[in-house]
């Protein structure tokens, strides 16, 4: 078996007889490597997250989770399909602050906690998107779970774009999407995946700490005005 075949149809044995497939460890390998890079505010954050993304796509819209042929989970390829343009936002996004100083010890971006408009901006997008995402998983796609799936595509939407802008909070929300996924995952007895998504979870919470500490030291550099964060030319 070449690489390729086995990236596309390999699995990698896990303890209790189960499975994994093979794009499903890589891509949350660089799904979790794209965590630790935004952790650090460094731009590789998305483009290595894209790759990622393109991975879990194929994995969650076939169903061949965990080694298993299963019913897909469109809720969970919607959002990479998301992701993927995010992305490609959020590493534009983060060129551009970089190219213009970016912050002040050396990140492309300054975190900061949102303004009160912001949070209202958040809390309006994830009630229409999950209203959207739960019409769209139950009278169009169809899905395993669509209460919880609306929830995971919404909220992931929302910490995507969250971490583009450099707010805190995109942290929190990861937390909440992991808690639902994990639980959605185990429900549905893909217990391996769940465990990475656990272990992923984990990083979260420092990335949260660590974005707090760097938003009372860490200065924006790039002239921009911060309640409107638009790049100076």
């Known amino acids: 078996m070449d690489l390729l075949e086995w990236l596309i149809h390999g699995t990698i044995p896990v303890p209790g007889d189960g499975a994994l497939g093979a794009r499903e460890v890589i891509g949350n390998v660089f799904g979790l490597a794209s965590a630790i890079l935004g952790m650090k505010r460094l731009v590789w954050a998305w483009p290595i997250g894209l790759i990622g993304n393109v991975l879990l796509f194929t994995v969650f819209a076939t169903g061949e989770l965990s080694g298993q042929i299963d019913e897909p989970l469109w809720g969970q390829a919607g959002r990479q399909v998301f992701f993927a343009a995010m992305s490609l936002y959020g590493w534009w996004r983060w060129t ?124 924006d550099t790039t002239g921009a005005d911060r309640s409107t964060e638009v790049v100076s030319a």
């Open 96 to 219: 551009q602050l970089r190219r213009h100083g970016g912050a002040s010890d050396g990140g492309a971006i300054a975190p900061r906690w949102a303004t009160g408009a912001e949070r209202v901006q958040l809390l309006v997008l994830g009630v229409v998107g999950y209203a959207a995402a739960y019409v769209l998983l139950t009278q169009v796609l169809g899905s395993w779970g669509p209460v919880t799936e609306a929830w995971i595509l919404t909220g992931s939407m929302l910490a995507t774009y969250g971490m583009a802008r450099g707010w805190v909070e995109f942290w929190l929300i990861w937390i909440l999407v992991d808690i639902v996924g994990v639980t959605t995952l185990v429900q549905a007895g893909y217990y391996p995946t769940a465990g990475m998504y656990l272990f992923y979870a984990v990083f979260v919470v420092i990335g949260f700490f660590v974005w707090v500490r760097a938003s009372r030291t860490v200065v």
